[in-house]
């Protein structure tokens, strides 16, 4: 599976329960996704998009924001002036399952498409 693969799934909200993705399975995800994500402490992927001016970085954020409630699944977003940082995982089991990598994928298409 591509990015885009991935990016063509739903996020599936967590209703707790459920441990966290870890060891391979988390790492296979996570070399799909690629695309310069990292993956912090197997808990959380974060990415850093940097913009040459604060107006694309803002209209960056409110495209993952859009993302976010489309699919009911909401990151961090750092703004500040020539980049967006936006931070993954989900809060309910703290940590990461499929739906992270969905919602990364989704983030990753947003920005190629205003590029």
């Known amino acids: 599976m591509t990015t ?23 790492r296979a995800l996570h070399r799909e996704l690629g695309a310069d994500w990292l993956l912090v402490k197997e808990h959380h992927l974060e990415k850093e998009y940097k913009f040459k001016e604060y107006t694309p970085a803002v209209a960056f954020t409110g ?7 489309q699919q009911n699944h909401h990151p961090d977003i750092l703004l500040a002036w020539g980049k967006v940082k936006v931070t993954i995982w989900t809060h309910k089991i703290d940590g990461l399952t499929e739906s ?3 919602f990364a994928a989704k983030v990753e298409e947003a920005f190629r498409n205003m590029n």
Do not use: M, T
């Open 4 to 26: 885009s693969a991935l990016a063509q799934n739903a996020c599936v909200p967590c209703k707790g329960g459920v441990p966290p993705l870890a060891g391979d399975a988390l």
């Open 63 to 69: 495209a993952v924001a859009a993302i976010a409630e």
């Open 100 to 102: 992270d990598f969905y």
